[in-house]
């Protein structure tokens, strides 16, 4: 706001409360705007546009997400979109190693006995609320002398992910990325030295459920990746193993995630989103499984990405009017 | 059981259910043993001592702490003490990770909040659930450009938390040990060095309060330390600060805690050990408090530390029947 208000010529208009703009006041305030800051709330399709006027030059969204925007229709109207990778690559980071943690250690539950005041009937023994140990123990020798991560989406907080996970004593990372991307052996060699590990290799989904202890979601949602971890991908998986998808809810099969979980062909899961978010009641297949642990999309929210998105998308917007380069534009190709 | 099993020349009886023995039923059944292996739920006190025989030689308890266990009548009646540290290193510095993110990313209200079927309802603002960024985010320049992270205690698990921190880009850390330590300078540099801070520091309590963005206690309980986090401790500490406490309860008092987070002297708190526990009911001071998350004691609960901590018990008991060197044993001066 403060760098929006440093601008006399520009006239804003402001959602004054802290919570989604009914689509109405949306769709009559958008009207003969140059530029349009919104977040990823809010569709921005063919009515969209539609309300607003010639004027239009840019969008620019408070996310690193764009499903909730038709690239066609800006391309066709010659409206550039801007968006916020980067800012938030670190605070996606920290909340993957979160769920990892609150999956593998039975956090949901644990959190719950205290909270609801069962703790002191709570029967403990050597063995209640055991879970598989994420970092590798060498004062411990009493379990496997490796940790395999795998990796589905390898970009920047996957690899920021993998940063983390070095110091755990991980030792074995397989990763699959986009099959229209380069090869990327030098990513691999660099990035075995830099975390010393063992290895760092690209693979595909089938070794990736086979071999990892933990594997973890974190490519782009849409149709390319659909249901990506299904039945026949859960069903290759460790049993002990953890799975986290900190991407889009899309990306998992939610019935089959729950079946394999009550079933226990894995240990447990933990999840940042869920397809058809954020209508995800009681009675939600995965809310009703102990061994699932779901936070409600939070990955990004910590206060400096937060800022560090608005700051983004405000420049990004700016940028556009003075006839600039976007900090952040997204391809509409 | 495998190695005890083995042991055609000793006698095994074995409390068979997966829940703490009543006392009645220990007392009875250590009569004549030369060996007792225990977890830290049972007192070793005078009345157990009588109740065993002459013939005693060793009690091994299945825990990093000794609390539970009267050093001055095991000495006087030469009865050696083992016990498992090293093995639970990894899975506590694991929890205490687990804590630091639960608290300082709302955890708690966002696991409560999917799991009673609320976040349909949820009304998802930009700063909703936001809270101070673990790690120090490179590519986000928008927050503080350090982290300083501040230990009570500095002892193996606490070196573990910080080889963790380092993937995260911790600058700073701060440490207090046992005042009868020796200096430390060589670890300082050493640690400053390997994990590529910027400064590692022996200091004192008014120091880290003040200074330290995220403050970790991994000291033992006593005397010596018991509530060493207290209301004056806790308004030196920075606003947007986090508490973890993964050692013993006692080192914190609950009450000053619970005010400090009532009027937010602190962000927020994470708790593997309540003073009390595990007589923490749903009305306890700090289980009303949004911004403490709490776990039931669960630092060390992954198969793998627990297989360890139990294999090394029945090692520590048989090494003084054979007339060996206890792979852990409690010193009792």
Redesign the interface.
């Known amino acids: 706001m403060e760098i929006l208000n440093s601008r006399d010529d520009l006239e804003v208009v402001l959602w004054p409360e802290?919570?989604?703009a009914p689509r109405e006041w949306l769709l009559e305030n958008i009207k003969g705007s140059v530029a349009v800051i919104i977040?990823s709330?809010e569709k921005v399709d063919a009515e969209f546009f539609d309300a607003t006027g010639p004027e239009l030059k840019t969008v620019s969204t408070?996310s690193v997400g764009f499903e909730h925007i038709s690239k066609p229709i800006a391309a066709s109207r010659s409206i550039r979109i801007g968006y916020t990778p980067?800012?938030?690559?670190?605070?996606v980071?920290?909340?993957t190693?979160?769920l990892l943690?609150?999956a593998?250690?039975?956090?949901?539950p644990?959190?719950?006995?205290?909270?609801?005041?069962q703790?002191?009937q709570?029967?403990?023994?050597?063995?209640?609320?055991?879970?598989?140990?994420?970092?590798?123990?060498?004062?411990?020798?009493?379990?496997s002398p490796t940790r395999t991560v795998g990796f589905i989406g390898f970009g920047?907080i996957a690899q920021a992910v993998l940063?983390?996970?070095?110091?755990?004593?991980i030792t074995h990372c397989l990763f699959t990325s986009n099959p229209n991307s380069k090869p990327r052996s030098d990513i691999e060699i660099d990035l075995q030295a830099k975390h010393r590990l063992l290895m760092v290799k690209h693979s595909d989904l089938d070794e990736i459920a086979r071999e990892s202890d933990f594997v973890i979601i974190l490519a782009p949602g849409g149709a390319d990746t659909h249901h990506i971890i299904n039945e026949s991908f859960l069903r290759k998986m460790k049993k002990?193993s953890i799975l986290v998808n900190a991407a889009r809810g899309t990306l998992v099969d939610s019935d089959a995630l729950a079946k394999a979980l009550k079933e226990r062909w894995i240990f447990a899961a933990g999840l940042d989103v869920v397809e058809g978010?954020?209508?995800?009641?009681?009675?939600h297949p995965l809310?009703k499984e102990e061994k699932c642990?779901?936070?409600?999309h939070?990955g990004s929210?910590?206060?400096?990405?937060?800022?560090?998105?608005?700051?983004t998308a405000v420049r990004n917007a700016l940028a556009v009017l003075d006839g600039g380069e976007m900090p952040a534009e997204l391809s509409l190709e």
């Open positions: 802290d919570r989604q977040n709330s408070v980067s800012v938030l690559t670190d605070a980071a920290d909340t190693i979160l943690l609150l593998s250690r039975n956090g949901g644990c959190v719950s006995l205290v909270q609801s005041g703790w002191p709570f029967n403990w023994s050597p063995f209640a609320f055991t879970g598989p140990q994420l970092s590798l123990s060498p004062a411990c020798p009493f379990g920047r940063a983390r996970l070095a110091g755990f004593g002990t978010e954020p209508n995800i009641g009681a009675d809310v642990v779901i936070l409600p939070i929210a910590t206060t400096e990405a937060r800022v560090g998105m608005t700051v």
